[in-house]
C-alpha cells in the first residue's frame, strides 16, 4: 500500500530549527547530564505549568515508576490494576513486591475503590492505581482507605500529563504521582518520565536514588539506579512545554469530533471522564459492544486492512501474562469487568497532526462496520 499507515498516535514535534538554538548552548557548554541547566530549568517549569512544589525528572517513566516505590520503602503487597501497560506491574515485580490485582470500575476504567479493602492483607503496604486514559481515578475514596489502613499511595500517572480535576492538578493527589514522556504521550521528550512529590525531602531522596545513590561525592546512601534525563531530553522538553496546552487543545477538538461522530451509533460505547476533569484526549477509547456489526477484533482488522493501526489499549490483562497469571488475584473470574472491557476495547488515532481526512475515514468505517 502506497499511503503512509495511520497510526494510533504520533509523536509531536517542534519545528526543528527552534530546537538548535538549545543544541548550541549543549555543545558550547559541553554539560550533557547530572542535573545540569536544562534539567533544573524544565523541573521549574513542570512545577509552575502544573501547579505542584516538587518534581524530578527521569530518563524514563518505568525507572520513576521503580524509583518511586523504593522512595518510599515500599514492600510485601500492593494492590493495582490489571488494566494497564505492562511497566505498572513490572515496576512491582522490580522491587519483588507482590502485584495484588483488583478489578476495574468499568465507568472510569481504573482500580475501584469498592474493591480495595476485600484485597488488603497484613501484608498490603501500598496501593498503585492508574489514570488510565488520563481519566481520574476516584481518588477520594482511594485515599480515605489509604488512610484508613495506613497504606502509601502511588498513581501511575503516565496518561494523565496536564489533566486536572475538581479545579486542581491531578497529580497533587497521592503520595506521588507518576509520568511518562515517551514518544507516544501527550508531551515527550523522546523517552522521559517524572515523580512529583509533596515534600523537599522526599524529592531529595528521589534525587539521590536515581543518581546511583549518591547523597555526596564519598556517600552512597541505597543501591541506586541510573534513573537520569540528560540534557538533550530536558532541552526539549522545554520547548515543547511551549506548545502543549494548543497540542491538547487540538486534541480535544478532535475527541469532540469523534463524540459527534460516532454518540449513539449503535453497537459503540464512547467512555468519558468523569465530571468536574479538564481532560487532555489524550487517548479515544471506544467499546465494540456484542450489538454491532463485528466482533472487536474483525473491525480491528477492517482498519488494519485500510492500513490504519488502531490498538487495543489495554488487552491483554497484565493479570493474564506468563509472569503474573499465577498469581491468586490474576484469577479470571476475579477480574470480571477488566476482562470484559479488554475483549471489547479499541483505541482510534488521536494526537494533533491527525488530518481531517484520515479522522473522516476512522469514521466512515465505524459508521460502516
Ligand atoms: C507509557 C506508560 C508507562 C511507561 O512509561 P515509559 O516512559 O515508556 O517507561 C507506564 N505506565 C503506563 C500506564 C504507560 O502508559
Redesign the pocket.
Known amino acids: 500500500m502506497s499511503r503512509k499507515p495511520i497510526t494510533v498516535t504520533q509523536p509531536y514535534l517542534p519545528p526543528l530549527e527552534e530546537f538548535i538554538p538549545y543544541l548550541e548552548q549543549i555543545w558550547a557548554s559541553k554539560t550533557l547530564t547530572n542535573n545540569g541547566p536544562f534539567h533544573r530549568q524544565l523541573e521549574q517549569a513542570l512545577c509552575e505549568h502544573f501547579g505542584v512544589e516538587h518534581l524530578a525528572l527521569f530518563a524514563?517513566?518505568?525507572?520513576a515508576?521503580i524509583t518511586a516505590l523504593q522512595a518510599l520503602r515500599i514492600s510485601g503487597e500492593v494492590i493495582t490494576t490489571p488494566y494497564?501497560?505492562v511497566?505498572?506491574s513490572h515496576s512491582l515485580l522490580w522491587n519483588t513486591i507482590t502485584p495484588v490485582f483488583v478489578d476495574i470500575d468499568p465507568e472510569r476504567m481504573s482500580l475501584d475503590p469498592a474493591r480495595i479493602e476485600a484485597a488488603i492483607t497484613p501484608r498490603t503496604t501500598a496501593i498503585m492505581p492508574?489514570h488510565?486514559y488520563g481519566y481520574p481515578c476516584d481518588v477520594e475514596r482511594i485515599e480515605r482507605i489509604a488512610d484508613t489502613y495506613g497504606l502509601k499511595v502511588i498513581y501511575?500517572a503516565?496518561?494523565a500529563f496536564g489533566v486536572r480535576y475538581r479545579g486542581e492538578s491531578l497529580l497533587r493527589h497521592g503520595d506521588l504521582s507518576?509520568l511518562?514522556?515517551?514518544a507516544?504521550?501527550v508531551f515527550n521528550t523522546f523517552?522521559?518520565?517524572a515523580i512529583v512529590c509533596p515534600d523537599a525531602k522526599t524529592k531529595q531522596r528521589i534525587d539521590f536514588l536515581k543518581n546511583f545513590g549518591f547523597a555526596d561525592e564519598v556517600t552512597v546512601m541505597a543501591p541506586g539506579i541510573n534513573g537520569k534525563m540528560n540534557e538533550f531530553q530536558a532541552a526539549l522538553g522545554l520547548l515543547q512545554l511551549q506548545r502543549v496546552d494548543a497540542a491538547i487543545a487540538r486534541r480535544r477538538e478532535i475527541d469532540a469530533a469523534y463524540r459527534e461522530a460516532l454518540n449513539g451509533l449503535p453497537g459503540i460505547t464512547l467512555p468519558s471522564p468523569p465530571p468536574d476533569t479538564e481532560h487532555n484526549a489524550a487517548y479515544f477509547p471506544i467499546l465494540v459492544e456484542p450489538d454491532y456489526r463485528l466482533t472487536r477484533d474483525q473491525l480491528y482488522q477492517r482498519f488494519r486492512d485500510e492500513n490504519i493501526l488502531v490498538r487495543r489499549y489495554f488487552y491483554p490483562l497484565i493479570s493474564d501474562m506468563p509472569m503474573y497469571r499465577g498469581l491468586p488475584s490474576a484469577a479470571p473470574e476475579r477480574l470480571p469487568l477488566a476482562r470484559s472491557s479488554a475483549e471489547r476495547i479499541l483505541c482510534l488515532p488521536i494526537y494533533p497532526d491527525l488530518a481531517v481526512d484520515d479522522h473522516q475515514r476512522v469514521i466512515d468505517i465505524i459508521r460502516a462496520g
Open positions: 524514563n517513566g518505568t525507572i515508576l494497564s501497560f511497566a505498572t492508574v488510565c501511575d503516565a496518561h507518576i511518562s514522556f515517551h507516544t504521550k523517552e522521559g518520565g
